[in-house]
C-alpha cells in the first residue's frame, strides 16, 4: 500500500519560513509528477506548485518568487520551501503524487494534509 506522509506545518508569523516534506513509501515502481496544493476554509483546493520526475517546475502565480518545490528521487521525497510567507497563505496544504506500483498502473495519491497558518 503507498503511503504519503507529510510533515513541516505550523505557525508562523508574516514574513517567516516553514518547510514542507512529503515522504512515499510503499511498493513503488515509479514516482512521476509530484505537487502540493492547498485548501483554505471556505475555498477550493487549489494548486501550488508541481515538479516533474525531471525536475521541471510551475507555481502558481500567488507563490511565485516565495515557494520553491523540490524533490529526492533516491528519497521519494518532495519539498515546499515556503518563504516570505502572508497571512494569506494560511490554509491545509496537501501533498500528491503520480505513483505506478509494481506490475499496476500509474495512480493519483494524496497526502493526509499538514495545517499552515501564518499569523500578521
Known amino acids: 500500500q503507498v503511503q504519503l506522509v507529510e510533515s513541516g506545518g505550523g505557525l508562523v508569523q508574516a514574513g517567516g519560513s516553514l518547510r514542507l516534506s512529503c515522504a512515499a513509501s510503499g511498493r513503488i515502481f515509479r514516482i512521476n509528477d509530484m505537487g502540493w496544493y492547498r485548501q483554505a476554509p471556505g475555498k477550493q483546493r487549489e494548486l501550488v506548485a508541481t515538479?516533474?520526475?525531471?525536475?521541471?517546475?510551475n507555481y502558481a502565480d500567488s507563490v511565485k518568487g516565495r515557494f520553491t518545490i523540490s524533490r529526492d528521487n533516491a528519497k521519494k521525497t518532495q519539498y515546499l520551501q515556503m518563504d516570505s510567507l502572508k497571512p494569506e497563505d494560511t490554509a491545509v496544504y496537501y501533498c500528491?503524487?503520480?505513483?505506478?506500483?509494481?506490475?499496476?498502473?500509474?495512480?493519483?495519491?494524496w497526502g493526509q494534509g499538514t495545517q499552515v497558518t501564518v499569523s500578521s
Open positions: 515538479i516533474t520526475s525531471g525536475g521541471n517546475t
Open positions: 500528491n503524487a503520480a505513483i505506478i506500483q509494481f506490475m499496476s498502473v500509474m495512480r493519483d495519491y
